[in-house]
């Protein structure tokens, strides 16, 4: 399937930065939910889940942009799946 990874930028929900200060994870270890973010330009500090949460509205949007461009390339790749099994595809 074509790459169809997308960033979606968090945003402060006090001032509406989009960057912030962390800590970066040490090799092999992921964020998790309580790992904390420090906006850079207000100093509010939050949680890696209230930041999610807080940006839910815009996450879900994005995801449901994407609907189109994911349920194309799946179909796209069946297309080419079926091809190599020597169907006639259209």
């Known amino acids: 399937m074509d790459d169809l990874s997308v960033?979606?930028?968090?945003?402060?929900?006090?001032?509406?930065?989009?960057?912030?200060?962390?800590?970066?994870?040490a090799s092999g270890?992921?964020?998790?939910?309580?790992?904390?973010?420090?906006?850079?330009?207000?100093?509010?500090?939050?949680?890696?889940?209230?930041?999610?949460?807080?940006?839910?509205?815009s996450i879900d949007m994005t995801v449901s942009d994407m609907g189109d461009d994911i349920v194309d390339a799946l179909a796209k790749d069946l297309k080419k799946a079926l091809k190599k099994q020597g169907w006639k595809i259209k």
């Open 29 to 57: 270890q992921d964020f998790t939910d309580d790992w904390a973010f420090t906006c850079a330009h207000c100093g509010r500090t939050f949680t890696r889940a209230e930041l999610i949460e807080a940006n839910a509205e």
């Open 7 to 25: 960033q979606v930028a968090l945003t402060c929900p006090t001032c509406g930065c989009t960057e912030f200060a962390y800590e970066t994870p």
